[in-house]
């Protein structure tokens, strides 16, 4: 069983850096496959960054290249989610997921494990 908590989620000015927080309890390993999605209304949800528990190798979906970094803390079970150069389109309820049997997929069905969200507002 694996709990996911996030947190730092609230409202950044357009441009402007959000951190966003992801806690870990349960089963996890070392190469537990972690990813950050993001879901607005009407949408389904979207995989955003993803990285093994222990670190190494991030995938980053397109829309977030270059602006967004994943990172893990593996003694702290955490993955953070740094937003910088936030836009608009950014906005919406952010997830982190666990156990990706595909490690580095932007696939929702493949993860098993969710947190609850946290919603970032982007004020223009």
């Known amino acids: 069983q694996v709990q996911l908590v996030e947190s730092g989620g609230g409202s950044v000015q357009a441009g402007g850096s959000l951190t966003l927080s992801c806690a870990a309890t349960g089963n996890l390993f070392k190469d537990t496959c972690m990813g950050w999605f993001r879901q607005t209304p009407g949408k389904e949800r979207e995989g955003l960054a993803t990285?093994?528990?222990?670190?190494?190798?991030?995938s980053y979906a397109a829309s977030v290249e270059g602006r967004f970094t994943i990172s893990t803390d593996y003694a702290k079970k955490t993955i953070r989610l740094q937003m910088n150069g936030v836009k608009p389109d950014d906005a919406g309820t952010y997830y982190c997921a666990a156990n990706s049997p595909v490690c580095h997929s932007f696939v929702a069905a493949y993860y098993k494990d969710w947190g609850q969200g946290t919603l970032v507002t982007v004020a223009s």
């Open positions: 990285i093994r528990l222990a670190g190494g190798r991030t």
